[in-house]
């Protein structure tokens, strides 16, 4: 079995926030991520599939036809968004987290790659350059 990743970026706003929490209590669990007005960050997303290389283009999968994939169906409804509000496959009231989105992450490619004969092996996601989280569909 072969892996094969692709590295993708994108800015986008949220706020970490428990309605039913004083602002006292969101700020001690959430930090700045419970800014009232919002802030945001530069994503960057690794998305990993496995497979065997085909024996004529030694390819898992075109990694270019990967890379539009993850646009289509990922990042452009990420970037430029407020991922509490505009993303319509985020479910409202969800914490937009990096451990929650790369789950949303996963089961949009995990739908799109059906088609292909590689698998979705992983999905890292950076919020910032010292913490990401990984998930890889259990
Ligand atoms: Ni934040």
């Known amino acids: 079995m072969v892996y094969l990743t692709r590295v993708e970026r994108f ?3 949220h706020k970490l926030w428990v ?3 004083t602002e006292e209590q969101n700020l001690a669990t959430f930090g700045k991520c419970a ?3 919002w802030h945001g960050h530069n994503y960057t997303l690794h998305v ?3 497979g065997k290389p085909d024996p004529i283009t030694g390819f898992i999968m075109d990694v270019k036809k990967l890379s539009v994939l993850i646009k289509e169906h990922v990042v452009d409804y990420l970037d430029h968004s407020n991922l ?3 993303v ?3 479910p409202k009231g969800m914490q937009p ?8 992450i996963w089961n949009r490619l995990s739908e799109a790659l059906k088609p292909y004969p590689c698998q979705l092996h992983a999905i890292k996601l950076w919020e910032t350059e010292t913490i990401y989280t990984e998930y890889y569909g259990e």
């Open 35 to 37: 800014n009232k007005n």
């Open 48 to 50: 990993t599939v496995k």
């Open 11 to 13: 800015n986008a706003a």
């Open 97 to 104: 987290t990096t451990e929650n989105l790369a789950v949303v």
């Open 19 to 21: 309605e039913d929490w």
């Open 84 to 86: 509490n509000l505009d």
């Open 88 to 90: 319509p496959f985020i």
